[in-house]
Structures are given as C-alpha cells and as structure tokens.
C-alpha cells in the first residue's frame, strides 16, 4: 500500500463490496441501491430479484414534473424509506431549495412534495407529514404543506435553538427537536451560551491561517444553559418546561408520551452522578412527577431515550447492574423486570413490541455484535444470530425475516436475508477480499493480555512487519486510544485493523493496540476505572501491553513508539 490509498478516501481502491440502503418494502420483498448507485434492486424471500426497480430516470421525471424544474439525481438518495408498499419518501436536493418527496412506485408520480430551504438544517418531517421543522442557522422555523413559514423562535447570536449540539453531543443526543405523536407539538432545546468563554482556533486550511473562536466550556469555568420548549402548532405559542435545578445541569434522554400529553427528561446533575427521570405536562411546563431516580459513586449515563410499549408501560436503558440493558418500568415510576443478560450491553432496538424485544448488543467480550430477542414477560433472552461476528441488521414488520450484514476476522462482508426461526438463508453477497491478487497484507493475530489488576483479560491486535522473520529485530508502533465510546480492536475483517496499521507494518514495524480498562464494550466498571483518574490505570494497562511486546525475541526493545490522537493522544 501506499501512503495515499492507507489513508486516503475510505482506502481508496480497496474498498470492501458491500450493499447500501437496504428496507423491507414488505414482509417478503427487500429493496437495495444497485452497485451503480443509479436503481433500486426488489430481492424478496421467494429468491426472485427485479433489477432497475426503480432508477434515477424515473425519479428524475417524477419530481420535474411536480416542481417544474429541471432535475438532476447522482444517485438514488441514500435517505430513502418506505412508508408503505407503494410510497417511499426521501429528501431530494435541487439546485436552489430542498425538497421532502413521497414517490408512489405504482404510478410513477411524486404523491406529496414539500419545499424547504436549501441553507436549513436538521431538518424533521411531521408524522403526519403536513409540515417541516428545522433549522435557520440558530432558530427553529416550520413550513407546512402551502409553503407557508412560520419563525418558531428569534433568537440573537450564542442562543441556539433545536440544535442536536447541544450538551456537546454528550448522552446520545442526536438531534434538538422532537415532533409529538399527533403531529400538534414540537419539543426543542433551547442552549444559551452568551456566557460561555470564547476559546481560539486557528483555521490551517485557509490561505492565509485565521483564527475563529468557539464557545467552549473551560474545566471549572461557566457552561452553556439548557432549557426545553414545546411549541404549539395550533395556538402559536411557546412553553418552556419550568425545569428546577442548576442552570448548568443536563437534560437528556428527552421523549414524548404517546398521547402527546406529557414529555419525559432525565434531569441530570453538573456533576453527572444524580438522574432524576421526570415526566411535565405540556399544557402548562410544569413537574408532573418525578418517577424515580439513578445514583452512581462513578457516574451515570442516560444516552438513549424512553421506548413506549404502550400508554403505561416503557424501557429505560441503563448500566446500573454493570452492564448497559434494558429495564421495563410503568408510568408511576415501578421497575417490572430487568433484561441483564450475562454480560451482554445493549446497543441499540432493531423492534419493539408490547410482547417482545430485538437489540443489537455485544458477545465474546465486547468483541462481537449479534442480534438478540428477549420476551418481556418472562425475561428470557436469546441470541438470533449464531455466527461470531459484527452484524448489523434490518427485520421485516412481521418479524419472520431479518436482512443481514456481518464482518469476522476472516470475512470481508457477507450479506444475507435469514429467517428468525434460523431454516433459511438467502446469501445477497460474499464480498472477496479487497486485496487479494492486489498487494499481500502483512499477517493479523488477535492476542489477550492480562490487565495491570492481574485479573482482567484485555483484547489485542498485532500486525507482524511484511516479509516477517522471527530471527530478526523490528521496530514497534503502538497505536492507542483507550477512552470511553471509543473500541478499537473487534471482530470485524482484520482484527479492526486500518489502511494505516498495514501501512507501517509494511514499511517494517510492528503495529500493537490494546483496548486498555477504560475503553467501550466492556461494562461499566471496566470503563469506569478512568473516573477522577485519567490515564492511571489505563497507561498501567498500556505498560502490560509493552511487557507482552519485550517479551517477544522479534520485538526490539529500544524502538518502541507510541501513536495516537484524543484521548490516544492525552
């Protein structure tokens, strides 16, 4: 490899085969965009396949016909999704304004289109799909069906409104706004971070370097203040929850009932130690009640929001038994069951039902990612997936079928449609190896070494030199991260490893990482060793790591260096 295509566009040339956008269409019928990007491929469980399903020249006409314009598509649009076995909807990004479209397959003809501006942002369709909320730089506005456009907010500078940066992106958020369930309502923070220092940065790109300072919050110094609003779409005005507590406190996992009645917050503490769920009724902003709370010696870390099995009943996620998972709760606030399944962490819903679950979570100590079923009554958890792998999946509505996609060690990328009950399997793609008859990778092992507390195993990766012989002396890179949300060793084609470790392995070193205590996957006393004590244990671990390599006749001894950025880097 060279320098170039290690690092450059994805490995640029050796990019693993792979198959994009895949949606069940039906219980029985799957669509996919086709190697060239251009059309929807139909794959459905009888084997049959319909090629040019549905093409950009299709899509192209369609939505020229509705706005009068001339229209211009690379691709089919990566956003797409179905909304019902005729209509599948998208965002379409025109050469002056953005577009919400629904495309009926059976007529050829745009449904229902929507124009927005082209300078919006984080931009959300109502379910009742009459309006759009997003974006207008720091301010929420909505346009509804007959192009009208109404400001949400008017906001100076530094107060930012439905942004999902706020809170720094920390506890999951992913975005700023929520729409209600009947469509009426939207929930949105509000961040005010007028007070919050300026910090510098220096802008390398640009001709000549500038500098362009940020709001950020020092260690110690004054945070941004976080408030929620809900706004009305009928009567035009705005509520704030009246929300107690520090101004500089975090309110997270934000979720609307589903009568659209009530929002649920997981108030947390500045100090992250103290969560408190509580429930406000919209109509007025005020504490409806507190249903319970979460405290930790460590800290506690709400990052994924309520999932409503139906008016009385929801999941809250948390990791106060040791492993993140599932808990059922109702509405008063009364734990019904617990899901802790071994030492399985729940990653993310695949489907959620009243009766049971399918989650994403780990295997084989953080190193894999199957898919599980649990049923909510008796708590019985199995996993669907068999293979040891790092899958992610799709399931049908009536949960016979899942779309498959897995990496191992040995296998690139291996696509499939699989029924749950495990009788059939219909193979899409066994992607080769990227390399292969291209360059000769060097050699991969995954090894396990002992942590610095004698007791807990740590997963590694070593890359031998090209050309490797065991009588000579090699140079060593460690390659290192080692901090939460952050797993580099897994058991995904080639151990995780990147076009740079192959790289340097090829140039004649030794390429080593160890996920130290303190890294992602594991459980949360496995991570939480890093509380109030960066970088101690995990360099103690690091050191383990070291004294695996000196005790390797290859290994030189004097050259060994380490590499590494963020918290690598700390």
Not at 93 to 112: C, L, R
Not at 212 to 226: C, D, H, W
Not at 265 to 280: A, C, P, S, T
Not at 344 to 353: C, I, M, N, Q
């Amino acid at each position: 490899l060279t320098i170039e295509e290690a690092t450059l566009g994805a490995q640029r040339g050796f990019g693993t085969k792979a198959i994009y956008g895949a949606q069940w269409r039906t219980n029985n019928e799957l669509t996919y965009i086709d190697a060239s990007y251009k059309a929807l491929v139909s794959k459905k469980t009888d084997k049959s396949t319909v090629e040019n399903f549905v093409t950009t020249a299709d899509l192209e006409s369609a939505i020229a016909a509705a706005t009068n314009e001339k229209v211009s598509l690379r691709t089919i649009p990566f956003d797409y999704h179905w909304e019902n076995d005729k209509e599948f909807a998208f965002t379409y990004h025109g050469e002056n304004d953005k577009y919400f479209v629904i495309y009926n397959v059976e007529t050829k003809k745009v449904s229902k289109i929507i124009k927005f501006a082209a300078s919006s942002a984080e931009e959300i369709i109502a379910p009742n799909k009459n309006y759009i909320v997003y974006l207008n730089k720091n301010n929420v506005e909505i346009v509804f069906n007959n192009g009208e456009v109404v400001k949400v907010t008017n906001d100076p500078d530094h107060v930012i409104n439905g942004s999902s940066n706020t809170h720094r992106n920390e506890f999951g958020i992913d975005r700023g706004m929520w729409i209600s369930p009947d469509s009426k309502k939207i929930l949105f923070y509000k961040k005010d971070e007028r007070m919050v220092k300026d910090y510098p940065l220096v802008d390398f790109g640009a001709r000549i370097a500038e500098v362009k300072t940020i709001k950020y919050p020092m260690a110690g110094l004054k945070s941004e203040e976080v408030s929620l609003h809900v706004y009305d779409i009928d009567t035009k005005t705005t509520t704030p929850l009246n929300i107690e507590g520090d101004k500089e406190q975090f309110l997270t996992m934000p979720t609307w009932s589903p009568n659209s009645e009530s929002v649920y917050v997981g108030v947390l503490n500045r100090g992250q130690n103290h969560l408190k769920l509580q429930r406000y009724t919209v109509a007025t902003g005020k504490l409806d009640k507190q249903l319970f709370e979460e405290k930790s010696k460590t800290y506690v870390e709400p990052n994924t929001p309520l999932k409503f099995l139906n008016d009385k009943e929801f999941i809250y996620v948390s990791e106060k038994d040791g492993y993140r998972q599932m808990y059922r709760y109702n509405t008063s606030g009364k734990q019904l069951n617990s899901y802790v399944y071994k030492d399985v962490l729940f990653k993310s819903f695949v489907d959620v039902s009243p009766k049971e679950i399918y989650y994403m979570g780990t295997a084989n100590k953080g190193m894999d990612k199957l898919l599980y079923k649990v049923d909510l009554k008796s708590g019985k958890t199995i996993p669907v997936t068999k293979t040891s792998a790092t899958y992610s999946v799709e399931m049908n509505k009536d949960k016979t079928w899942y779309y498959s996609q897995y990496t191992n060690f040995t296998t690139p990328n291996n696509v499939s449609l699989n029924t749950v009950n495990g009788k059939s399997t219909i193979e899409l793609l066994n992607a080769p190896n990227p390399y292969e008859g291209k360059r000769v990778l060097p050699k991969v092992e995954m090894v396990t070494i002992k942590a610095a507390d004698g007791k807990t195993n740590l997963n590694g990766r070593l890359l031998y030199p090209a050309n490797f012989n065991e009588n000579e002396k090699y140079p060593v890179m460690v390659y290192v991260y080692g901090g939460p949300h952050a797993q580099l060793v897994s058991n995904r084609f080639g151990g995780g490893a990147g076009g740079f470790d192959y790289y340097m392995a090829q140039q004649g070193f030794v390429v080593f990482t160890l996920d130290n205590r303190g890294s992602e996957n594991r459980g949360r006393d496995f991570e939480h060793v890093i509380h109030r004590e960066l970088g101690q244990n995990e360099m103690a671990d690091q050191m383990k790591g070291v004294e695996f390599l000196k005790s390797k006749k290859f290994v030189d001894a004097d050259k060994i260096g380490v590499y590494g950025w963020s918290f690598g880097g700390f």
